[in-house]
């Protein structure tokens, strides 16, 4: 299994215009020969098959953290080589520690291409299990007394000066300005490896859909375009990158190898530099097997069908996720909504006891925070998925006028493969939103 070749990357994208494309490091996206980098775009490529220690396990100048309770670290130590492959080519050994090596290689790709545009995507293995740091970095971080953590934290050392090091080099060959650089990761912390503050103050973990798994660094360097020392609250997703390299490039979408695609996420990069204010007016899904998650105006759905769960949060008045809301929300609907037509209330929240006012009668409004009310996609996948789970849905009154349960039904089985196979950022939410205020409700 692997990316299939009707996926266009952004290496892709950019080879008709003339990038040198590079890749170094992790890659997940397959390991048979059709799904490997130079099949999907780029020029070279330095990679790890399945993963890699980062120095032999006897090697003199390694410090490790074996982690007994968890098999996961177990068949690491076990399984995974001390190994990279260049292009197509047999494994070979790094030359020390696997994540200054990969710097390193970097580095003279930098060097060697500063005379024509580039991209590269440098996937560092760090900071991942088997925990594995450089014995002068360890030494420097005596204060951290948990062995675990401050081999962990070693690790995170030497990705920092990993970046530093790019970063110079850039700026030696005057090509700091005009470059952009995004630094980002793919998920969260994991709980495996045994450290239980280290997504904090946020939820859950790498695999989850909780904001302590999802939730991530994206840190962007453009000195032509964003201010130095800015901060951008909105939301953003690594879809962004996508489009947002494109307008960098100049890239013309009519271009006849683009016409038939649709481009992941946004051009993000007016909203950084501050020339639009907000965020992109759109729902961020992601999907993994099963379990799925959207968020709209600060409102996070998260399903997950094999366990048959959903929660509920409003991220602007809970960014922790410690109070899952939609019983209350659901509860709101049915004392408020029954028999209306439109929606004629709002939300108010009570920061104290961190719960929405189900009931407003004889309530002293002024006491509480008026908060926005779920948005129609994540109601409607929220009903969706409750007819076809036989928890029947009682609140959509508040939202549509002339609105039956049959009706309901009918469209919500007319779409049921479609919506099952939630193939895209906004693609299913459009399709139900429109498929359904077209043919079988008006909504207000």
């Not at 105006?297 to 048959?308: C, H, P, S, T």
């Not at 209330?345 to 925070?369: A, C, E, P, R």
Request: hydrophobic share 35%; aromatic share 12%.
């Amino acid at each position: 299994m692997g990316i299939p070749q009707s996926e266009k990357t952004i290496p892709e994208m950019l080879k008709p215009e003339g990038y040198h494309n590079i890749h170094i490091g992790k890659w997940h996206l397959g390991h048979g020969k059709d799904f490997l980098p130079r099949k999907h775009g780029f020029d070279e490529s330095l990679r790890m098959d399945q993963g890699s220690l980062f120095l032999p396990e006897n090697d003199k100048n390694v410090i490790n953290a074996k982690l007994d309770f968890d098999p996961i670290d177990k068949v690491l130590w076990g399984n995974l080589p001390y190994a990279v492959n260049f292009n197509e080519g047999p494994r070979m050994n790094p030359d020390g520690h696997l994540t200054d090596y990969l710097t390193d290689e970097a580095v003279k790709v930098i060097e060697k291409n500063k005379n024509r545009p580039f991209f590269l995507y440098l996937a560092y293995w760090a900071v991942h299990s088997p925990l594995q740091a450089k014995k002068e970095d360890y030494e420097k971080l005596s204060f951290i007394k948990n062995h675990e953590e401050r081999v962990l934290a070693s690790m995170v050392m030497t990705v920092d000066r990993g970046v530093g090091k790019i970063r110079d080099v850039l700026k030696e060959n005057n090509m700091d300005d005009n470059t952009i650089i995004i630094f980002t990761s793919d998920n969260g912390a994991p709980g495996y490896i045994g450290l239980p503050d280290l997504n904090k103050p946020y939820r859950g973990w790498k695999l989850t859909h909780f904001e302590g798994g999802v939730h991530v660094p994206f840190i962007v360097s453009y000195p032509n375009k964003i201010p130095k020392g800015s901060a951008y609250n909105g939301r953003v997703s690594n879809l962004d990158i996508f489009s947002t390299a494109a307008s960098l490039a100049g890239i013309d979408i009519n271009r006849n190898d683009l016409q038939q695609i649709q481009f992941d996420g946004v051009n993000i990069l007016p909203y950084l530099s501050g020339e639009k204010e907000g965020e992109p007016d759109r729902v961020l899904f992601n999907k993994s097997g099963d379990y799925s998650f959207l968020i709209k105006d600060g409102w996070k759905l998260q399903v997950d069908l094999i366990q048959n769960k959903k929660w509920l949060y409003n991220l602007n008045e809970d960014p922790i996720e410690e109070n899952e809301i939609r019983d209350q929300i659901i509860l709101f609907f049915n004392e408020n909504f029954e028999g209306t037509k439109g929606l004629n209330y709002d939300l108010y929240y009570d920061s104290q006891s961190k719960q929405f006012l189900t009931d407003l009668n004889g309530v002293d409004i002024s006491q509480y925070k008026k908060v926005n009310y779920p948005n129609f996609e994540i109601l409607v996948l929220d009903a969706y998925i409750n007819l076809f789970k036989g928890d029947g849905i009682n609140y959509c009154p508040a939202f549509w006028d002339n609105c039956s349960e049959e009706s309901l039904m009918s469209f919500f089985q007319a779409s049921e493969d479609f919506s099952r196979s939630w193939s895209g950022e906004e693609n299913a939410m459009k399709y139900l939103t429109d498929h359904f205020v077209n043919h079988h409700c008006t909504m207000y």
